[in-house]
């Protein structure tokens, strides 16, 4: 059964970065787009960033574009979110996502398999 596990949260200032990761195990991300959410306290969780199951194709959301990166290692299983130039409000609990298929619609995962249980990011001076 797959089980994900992300790690790599923490407090950060803000201008500052982290990479987060998404590490899979029980079965293999081969065949799976992969994405990021996050969850801020009092509101709904947001899709920000997928990418394809080959790493050809990545999508963000605007209020990301130009300063995260998702990126994978399919031999390692594992699947990155670098982020940069971190502002306050990128404060949340993010999450990783496995699509039940192989491509993205858009930044969002359409279908998906398996939620990973989060790990948190805090953005403050």
């Known amino acids: 059964q797959l089980q994900l596990v992300e790690s790599g949260g ?17 079965d293999t991300l081969d065949y799976s ?19 394809s199951n080959t790493g050809d194709n990545t ?4 209020s990301v574009k130009g ?30 996502a496995v699509s039940t298929g192989l491509v993205c619609s858009d930044y969002l995962v359409p279908s998906v398999r398996r ?3 989060g790990t948190q990011v805090t953005v403050s001076a």
């Open 59 to 62: 999508n963000y959301r605007d």
């Open 67 to 96: 300063r995260f990166t998702i990126s994978r290692d399919n031999a390692k299983n594992t699947v990155y979110l670098q982020m940069n130039s971190l502002k306050p409000e990128d404060s949340a609990m993010y999450f990783c």
């Open 10 to 26: 923490g407090l950060v200032q803000p201008g500052g970065s982290l990479r987060l990761s998404c590490a899979a195990s029980g």
């Open 33 to 51: 787009a992969v994405g990021w959410s996050r969850q801020a306290p009092g509101k709904e969780r947001e899709g920000i960033s997928c990418i």
């Open 115 to 117: 939620w990973g249980p």
